[in-house]
């Protein structure tokens, strides 16, 4: 029978309570869903952000399935791409590996294969910011049972601080050994335990150890002195207890059985956490200062017990001697000073010398700045006035050397002091006669020079001045008569010539061209020449060579040539000779000129200045030359003339 609708609509009970049953769990699993998604969540939230703290980056790559790979957010950072805009991360992070590095990267890859773990560093360049990374990445080979198949699970770190560190550690050490080893000082390095873990290429070629050889500083203990062993241990290990500085001066025998005197410096190393790690230190050899302060101490000795000796020798030495201390107050002088300076030796002890023996006061600046060199250890000598006890004043050379304590400080000074009064008095009277001298030298050469003016006067007065008066006259005539005859003109011509040959003959005299433009030689042989016309006398020349004309300067030419011209005047006015020998030649210092006739010759000390012998004998003088004249009545005359070349 059919049912109502009312009883069709209408449920079971047991349908009810089953559909509410239902329901309670379905609200039961969505609550638990969604706790499950909060939890989820929360656990991604928690590894992301402990991944984005830590700086390695973390990836899962699924390569049958690249849609469930995981790449931690520092991937991008990193590595410089975002991992999701490639379907192929690892192989884009291959391509920026550097190609140093290459090889060893693809090696590590196939590695993995056989280990399934690995772990290696490659060079890596940001694409980005192109720099240079050192990457470390560990990769491990994993199986995924849910989705059944293999996943690569690995990390990279960013080691580039850490690398390049290390780099510069080593390139730091590679400079630091660079530089010990071009140093001349012993350079070494030791750890807590007195290892020796460096030693320059001094210290192994110093000490003759072998380069690799384990060392202790125990080791070099036979070789240090046994008078400085137990003192140089000992402070050492005071110091490195402390962990402070060392300063240590031993002396020890090197290889060569020598000994040397090294000083040791070394400073502690100290991490920058505060632990001490041992010493950096070096040792310099001061052998030849050791030896020079020996010798010191032995020269203060030898200085000190031969004292007396000294004071001995001063007393009789012929020289004055003086001692003054720091302050310039006298402590000792020997009898020749006291003689010297008129005072007995009680009267001058402990008084101040410039004080008391000073003659002016630029003898008193000269002493002061004396007493400041000699403070300053040096030797000098000098003069001053000296002042006497009666008041009279007397030149003296004082050469002074400063005196030193057994330190090595200024502790006075000793004067040796020579009375040149008389030398200096000497030298002012020599000094006079020279200026006297010269003054004299100077006189006959104006006199020579005013002589031949005068004679160039007379040769123009008595010569060409009556030719040329005669020549106005006969004008003069000419001129009234207004008419002239040939004979006249003729007359006229003649003396015109006889006026040019004169003018000529005088400018030869003054001014010989030849001299300037050809030298003395050609000058000479020109003025020779120039007697040709003469029967008597005959010339006998010998004369140097063209090529040693430039010996003599112009000047000295110039006096040469007229020197010639005035002994060839008097042998031709006054001697009447029949031969004439001239000489010219050089050596290395002077030119020499010989002249000689065979005239009447004269008397030496009877014949009158005049004739020119004292003219040229003050020219000859002038240069600082010599003259010698040779003559006897009747038998000629000849005269030797030396002139310096410089």
């Not at 660079?178 to 110093?206: C, G, H, R």
């Not at 050492?236 to 005197?261: C, F």
């Not at 300053?376 to 004082?398: M, N």
Request: with cysteine.
């Amino acid at each position: 029978m059919p049912r109502s609708k009312a009883q069709t609509l209408k449920r079971p009970a047991h349908q009810e309570t089953a559909i509410a049953k239902l329901r309670d769990a379905n609200l039961l699993l969505g609550q638990q869903k969604k706790k499950l998604e909060q939890e989820l969540y929360e656990a991604r939230f928690h590894l992301n952000t402990v991944l984005e703290i830590n700086d390695t980056v973390h990836y899962l790559v699924y390569p049958q399935h690249p849609e469930k790979n995981f790449f931690s957010p520092r991937w991008e950072k990193v590595l410089g791409f975002a991992p999701r805009k490639t379907q192929y991360p690892l192989q884009e992070k291959k391509h920026h590996v550097v190609l140093d590095s290459l090889s060893y990267y693809e090696n590590g890859l196939e590695e993995l294969r056989k280990k399934e773990k690995i772990c290696f560093k490659y060079q890596y360049q940001h694409p980005r910011s192109g720099k240079i990374l050192w990457l470390q990445e560990e990769i491990a080979l994993k199986y995924d049972i849910l989705n059944d198949q293999e996943v690569w699970s690995g990390t990279v770190t960013d080691i580039s601080e850490a690398e390049f560190f290390k780099e510069y550690i080593a390139e730091s050490e590679k400079r630091f050994k660079s530089i010990t080893d071009a140093l001349p000082i012993m350079i070494w390095v030791t750890d807590q335990e007195d290892n020796i873990t460096y030693f320059n290429d001094k210290s192994y070629s110093f000490f003759d150890v072998k380069k690799g050889q384990p060392l202790r500083l125990a080791d070099f203990g036979p070789i240090i002195d046994p008078h400085h062993k137990e003192h140089a241990f000992a402070e050492w290990d005071r110091q490195k207890e402390k962990q402070l500085p060392l300063h240590l001066e031993v002396l020890i025998t090197d290889r060569h059985n020598t000994k040397r005197y090294l000083a040791i410096e070394a400073i502690p190393r100290i991490l920058p956490g505060g632990q001490w790690i041992g010493y950096i230190g070096g040792a310099f050899d001061l052998s030849k200062e050791y030896q020079y302060k020996q010798g010191m101490e032995s020269a203060f000795s030898l200085l000190k017990s031969s004292e007396e000796k000294y004071r001995k020798l001063f007393e009789n030495m012929q020289l004055g001697v003086a001692e003054v201390d720091e302050q310039e107050k006298i402590r000792y002088a020997n009898d020749v000073f006291l003689k010297m300076c008129g005072y007995s030796l009680e009267e001058i002890v402990g008084k101040k010398a410039g004080r008391l023996f000073c003659g002016n006061k630029e003898s008193e600046a000269i002493l002061k700045k004396q007493h400041e060199i000699r403070k300053q250890g040096i030797e000098s000598a000098y003069e001053l006035q000296f002042k006497k006890k009666d008041g009279t004043r007397a030149s003296v050379i004082i050469s002074g050397t400063p005196l030193f304590d057994s330190k090595g400080k200024v502790k006075g000074s000793v004067g040796i002091h020579w009375d040149v009064t008389e030398v200096r008095n000497m030298e002012k009277t020599l000094l006079e006669s020279k200026i006297s001298k010269e003054k004299e030298l100077i006189e006959a050469k104006l006199r020579a020079e005013e002589e031949q003016r005068v004679q160039i006067g007379r040769d123009l007065h008595d010569g060409v001045g009556q030719v040329l008066a005669y020549l106005t006259m006969q004008l003069g005539m000419v001129k009234i008569k207004n008419s002239f005859s040939a004979t006249e003109l003729e007359q006229l011509e003649k003396s015109a010539r006889t006026a040019l040959e004169q003018v000529r003959s005088l400018s030869r005299t003054l001014a010989p061209p030849a001299l300037r433009d050809l030298g003395l030689r050609e000058a000479v042989r020109e003025l020779i020449d120039s007697y040709a016309i003469l029967k008597k006398p005959v010339f006998a020349v010998d004369l140097y060579r063209q090529t040693e004309d430039y010996n003599l300067s112009l000047d000295k030419k110039t006096v040469v040539y007229r020197i010639l011209q005035e002994l060839l005047a008097n042998s031709l006015k006054h001697a009447k000779a029949n031969k004439i020998s001239i000489r010219l030649y050089f050596d290395q210092k002077c030119f020499h000129l010989h002249y000689a006739d065979d005239g009447k010759g004269f008397d030496p000390q009877t014949v009158k200045k005049g004739i020119g012998l004292e003219s040229i004998r003050s020219r000859v003088d002038f240069y600082k030359g010599s003259t010698v004249f040779t003559a006897t009545p009747g038998k000629g005359c000849s005269i030797v003339i030396q002139i310096p070349i410089t």
